[in-house]
């Protein structure tokens, strides 16, 4: 049990941080699947989304990356990771974005393997809040809990 309690953390901190880093390069390039993401973000919802907010979300899921890959920030980083994939997750439900998203290069739709991508990560961020809480740094209130 103690080797679980040691090795869970690590792993869901790196399940999060590759799928973080391994966005970034349809943020940070203008991949087309990237701009079609935000374009469509931006036209539902009249906000500059596209590409100040694609450049804006890959930032922000490099810096949580980061924090998750060190110990003593890791519940920094699964709290912004939780909020980065909480506002996709509602942009794919509430939005014409949608559950299986079409890029112009896929006609076909992905399947819903980003919806479902975007969803373990919360699970996992949840998971990695909820384990490592009594880590919080005394800055951040969570639960209540103190360091």
């Known amino acids: 049990m103690d080797k679980l309690?040691?090795?869970?953390?690590?792993?869901?901190?790196a399940f999060i941080a590759v799928?973080?880093?391994?966005?970034?390069?349809?943020?940070?390039?203008?991949?087309?699947?990237?701009?079609h993401i935000f374009s469509t973000i931006e036209?539902?919802?009249?906000?500059?989304f596209e590409p100040a907010g694609r450049f804006g979300v890959g930032i922000a899921e490099l810096i949580a990356s980061i924090l998750l890959l060190v110990?003593?920030?890791?519940v920094v980083g699964a709290l912004g990771s939780l909020g980065i994939i909480s506002g996709a997750i509602f942009f794919h439900l509430f939005s014409p974005l949608g559950v299986v998203v079409t890029p112009p290069t896929n006609p076909a739709g992905d399947g819903g393997g980003l919806f479902m991508t975007a969803v373990a990560v919360w699970?996992?961020?949840a998971?990695?809040?909820?384990?490592?809480r009594e880590k919080t740094p005394a800055w951040v209130p969570l639960l209540g809990v103190k360091s």
């Not at 309690?5 to 901190?13: D, S, Y």
């Not at 998971?127 to 490592?132: C, Q, V, Y």
């Open 5 to 13: 309690k040691t090795f869970l953390p690590w792993g869901l901190a």
């Open 19 to 35: 799928v973080f880093v391994t966005s970034l390069f349809s943020k940070f390039t203008g991949a087309p699947e990237g701009v």
């Open 43 to 48: 036209e539902w919802t009249g906000l500059p």
């Open 71 to 74: 110990p003593a920030t890791r």
């Open 123 to 125: 699970l996992a961020s």
């Open 127 to 132: 998971a990695l809040i909820l384990l490592d």
